[in-house]
Nanobody, 126 residues
Framework: QVQLVESGGALVQPGGSLRLSCAASRFNYYAMGWFRQAPGKEREGVSCVSSSGDIRAYSDSVKGRFTISRDNTKNTVYLQMNNLKPSDTAVYYC?????????????????????WGQGTQVTVSS
């Protein structure tokens, strides 16, 4: 089993930046993803990173603003969020996909991820 713990969520103003972290008990060779769920909306995929960190995928809504990365020596995945918008407000979840090391075309499907953290709240408001 893999335990995931997210941190870094906070209240920030529009245009601000925030860095989320996900500490894992293990995730070498696992693709890792970030998802978010806004109030009244379905959980959606935000980003995915391959086991080596060299392949990254993003939803259209965050491309150019968010950057996913990982440090396998620390079993940690990060989500750097810049130029935040009120629409980014959501609970952000870290997830691990033990069945693959790369992010496939449908990386955003929740069913592919077997392990999930409890989430961290990000609120963007002026």
């Amino acid at each position: 089993q893999v335990q995931l713990v997210e941190s870094g969520g906070a209240l920030v103003q529009p245009g601000g930046s925030l860095r989320l972290s996900c500490a894992a008990s293990r995730f070498n060779y696992y693709a890792m993803g970030w998802f978010r769920q806004a109030p009244g909306k379905e959980r959606e995929g935000v980003s995915c990173v391959s086991s080596s960190g060299d392949i990254r995928a993003y939803s259209d809504s965050v491309k150019g603003r968010f950057t996913i990365s990982r440090d396998n020596t620390k079993n940690t995945v990060y989500l750097q969020m810049n130029n935040l918008k009120p629409s980014d407000t959501a609970v952000y979840y870290c997830a691990a996909d033990p069945d693959r090391s790369n992010c496939v075309n449908e990386w955003y499907r929740q069913a592919a991820y077997d392990y999930w953290g409890q989430g961290t709240q990000v609120t963007v408001s002026s």
